[in-house]
C-alpha cells in the first residue's frame, strides 16, 4: 500500500487527506467523506450512478483514482442544495416522477446538471443521448427527460455560475 | 423510508450506506467453472466451517427434493459458474478482495450441461437422479388431433434476463445477545427471515430483519441467497457486523435471472380461424439446484398458455430442467410473459397461414363472457375490452405502418392477501406493510387510501420500511400485488380502527383519533383470482444494419381503479423499457463449454435512453370489486411489449421471430437475401 497526501475541493468544502493510492474516487466521496448520495451500480463506468462533477465535468467515479482529483474540485449532489432550498433540477425530479427507487437519481441528476448548462435549450433526443451513459431500470427514461426538460426552463444561469466557480477552485 | 425529498437530495439510506462499529467486508470466492470437482480448497471459510444447505423462500420458490438443495458453499463439486465456494473477511472492501486472492480452489472441470432442451434426455447432473427434469407437470388433457382442418407448430424461445437493478444485492448482519439483526435491500423481509432461520437453524424470534432503502429488485430480492447466510453465519461467528455488497459482475453470474424458458406449440383451427385446440411441451431452465423458481415457474407457463383465448381442448406438458447454470428465478412478469409469447405468436403464425388480420384472429377466438381455462386460468369477459382496445390504440389506422398487437391476460399472486399495521401516535399516522416497497412508491396509495379511510391528512401518514420487529408477519411486494392486496389490508385496517374508535367514543373524528392513537394490525386474504386483461401496439423501423428503433409503443390496460394515475404511469413506462430491453438487447449468455459471456451491465443489455421511445399510457380505469377498486398492473408491459414488437419487427423485416432477444445479426442476414 502506498500512501499519498492529496487536497480536494469537495462542495465547496477544502479536505486534506491521507490515502492509499489505490483508493477509487467514488470510495472517497464515500467512505472518507462519508457522502453516500453517490451510488455504486456496476463497477464499470457503465451505469452511471456514481456520476460526479471534477472541476465541472461529469465523470464515472467509480473508474478514476481519487488522486486524480488532486487539486482539483469536485461537486456531489450533496453540494447542490443551497441549505433547505433544492436545486432546480431537484425540484423537476420531484414534479415529473422522475425517479422512482432513487439509486441512479444522483447521477441522473449531475449528468442533467452539466447537460444543462453547456446546452440550456437541448431538445428531447439530445437529452437521452446525453443522459445515455447513465442507466435507469425503472422508469423507462420518459419522465427522465421530462425532468431534465423542465429543470432547464427554471435554471437561472447567473445562479449556476457560482458553482462553477467553485468547481474551478477559485 | 427515505422520502423521495431526501432520495433526491442524496441523503437517502440504501444497504451500502450503512456503517456499524467494527464492520468487517466479505468478499466471496467462486467458482470459475460452470460443473467441476472440487479437488483442494485452501484459506478461507468453506463448507466444512458452515455446512448448511439453502432453504427456499418468497415468490414461487420450491423446496425440492432434499439432495437437489443447494449448498451455501459449494461441497465436493460445483454446478454454475459463480458458485460461491469460500469466504473472506477484511477491514474494508480492498482488504477483503486481496485476502480472497491468497485461496486457492483447486477445481477438476467436468462438462457442464448447458442446453436445457438436451438436458431433458442427457445423462442426469446429478448422479442419483434419473434423469435432469426435477419434476414433470401436466396440465389440462389430451386430446385427439385428427380431423381438424388446420394444424401449424411452433418453437419459441425467451432466453435468461438478468433482473439487473442499479442498486446490487447487499447486506449488514450483526449478531449480539443471541440475537441476529440484519440490514438488507430486499421485497419481503418475512421471507429473509423465515431463510435465515432456516439455514442458521436459529429460532425466528432470534432475527429480525429490517430493510433498507432499496434500489429496484424486478423479483431479484424477494427471496435467499447463499450470501445472505454467509454473512449473518459470520456476523455470528466472529461477533463483529458484516457487510457484503454484490459486484455487478457477482449479479451477472451469480444472482437469480429471470425467463430461460422455451416451448413447442401446437395450434388446431378450423379455416375460419376458431381455435379448436392447443398442445404445448414447456422447458424452464431452472439451473443447477432446487430452491428456485423452476417448477412453480413451469406450472405457472403451463397455466396461461391458451392465453385469453376461448380454446376448449388444451394440454401442456411442462419440465423444469436441471442445467449447470445458477439457479432461476422471477424477473418482473415470472412466467407471464413467457406463456403470453408462446400463444401470441402462434396467433400472428396462424392469422399468416390464413392469410387473416391478426387482430380478427384475435376477435374471433374471445368471448364476452368469465370462464375457467381447460389449463385452470380464470379468464376475464375479454371481447369487449379487445375491441376497445383496438379502438384506442388506433390499430386499423396505424395499419399501414405494420403495428404488432398483443393480447393478455394479467394473473396477479393475489392470494394469500396481505398483511398491514397502522399505528397513529404523536398525531402522525405510521403505515407498515407486508410486501416492502422497492422503487414502487406505495407510499402514494398508503396515503391516499389512509386519507379515504381515517379522513387524515395525507401529510400525516408515512409508510415504513420493512422492519420483522414492526409487522408480525407478511408476504411481499411482487407479482402485480401491492397495491391491490396491500392496499386492502391498509383498507381494513382503517376500517377497524374507525370501528373501534366509534363503538368508544359514539362519533368519529379524525382529529379525536390523531389525539386518542391507535395500533391496528391485519391480515387480509385474497380470496379466488383478481385477473385483468391488457393490450399493447408497437410499430418500429429496421435499418440496415438490422438495428431496430421502435416508433409507437402503447398500452392499454385495465388497472382498475389506479390509485396513484401517476405511478400507475411509471410502472408502465419502465416495464416497457424492460420489455424492449428483452426483445432487443437483453441476455445471460453462456459459451458452449460454460463460460459466462456477458460480464457486465452493458454486454448484459440494459437499454440506454436513446435506445427507447416515447411511451403512450392508456387506463381502463373499471373499478375492481375490492372496496379499494384496484387490480394489478406492474408486469403486465413485461408481457405485452415483447409480443407486439417481436411482431412489427416481423412485419417490417419478414423474418420469422421465434425467440428473445432478437438478436442484430438474424435480422441482418435475412435482410441480405
Redesign the interface.
Known sequence: MSVNKIKVTVNNKVFEEEIDSRLLLVDFIRENLGLTGTHVGCDTTNCGACTVLLDGKPVKSCTVFALQANGKSITTIEGLSHGKEMHPIQKAFLDKNGLQCGYCTAGMIMIAHWLIRKNPEATRDEIREAISGNLCRCTGYDSIVDSIQEASQNMIPEEEEDITAGQRGR | M?T??E????????V??IVLPGMQHMSVIRSNYSRGKILGISGGYTFKDFPAYMSSVGEGASEGEKNMREPVLADKYVNYIGEPVAAVLGK???EAEDLSEKVEIEIEPLTPMMDPEKSIDAPPVYPYMKSNIYKKVTLGRDFRTDGFEVEIEGHFNNRRVAT?????RGIVAAYEDNQLTVWISTQSVHSIKEGLSEVLSMPEDNIRVIQA????A?GLKGGLYSEYALAAFLAKKTGKPVKW?E???EHLMASRPGRGTSAFVKLYANRSGRILGMKGKVIVDSGAYSGGSGEFAARFVGMQMTGPYKIENAYVEAYPVFTNKVVQGPYRGAGRPEAHFFIERMIDMLADKLKMDPVDVRLINTVNSEFKSPLGMDVPPAKEFLEEAISKLNYRKLYKEKPGFAFFVLVPAFQPGETARIKIENNEVKVWLGGNT????HDIFVKTLVNEGLGINRDLVHLQLGDTSMLKSGIGSWGSRSAMVGGMAVHEACKKIKQAFIAKNGIYSADALLKEGADEFVHWRGEGTMNSLGCNLVTCEVNDRGQVKVKECAAYYDVGRALSP??V??QV??????GIGQTLYEEIMYSDDGQLLTA???DAG?P?????P??KVLLSNTRSNLATGAKGVGESPTIGVPIALSRAIENVTGVKITETPIRQELLLRSMKH
Do not use: C, W
Open positions: 427515505s423521495i425529498e432520495i433526491v437530495q442524496g441523503k437517502g439510506k440504501f451500502d450506506d474494508n472492501r480492498y439487473n437493478p442499479i442498486e446490487p432503502d432499496t434500489g429496484g424486478f455488497i459486484s455487478r459482475r422497492h422503487g414502487q412508491r401517476e405511478v404511469r411509471g413506462s419502465g416495464g416497457m423499457a424492460q457486465s451491465i452493458a440494459v440506454i435512453a436513446s435506445q427507447l416515447e411511451y
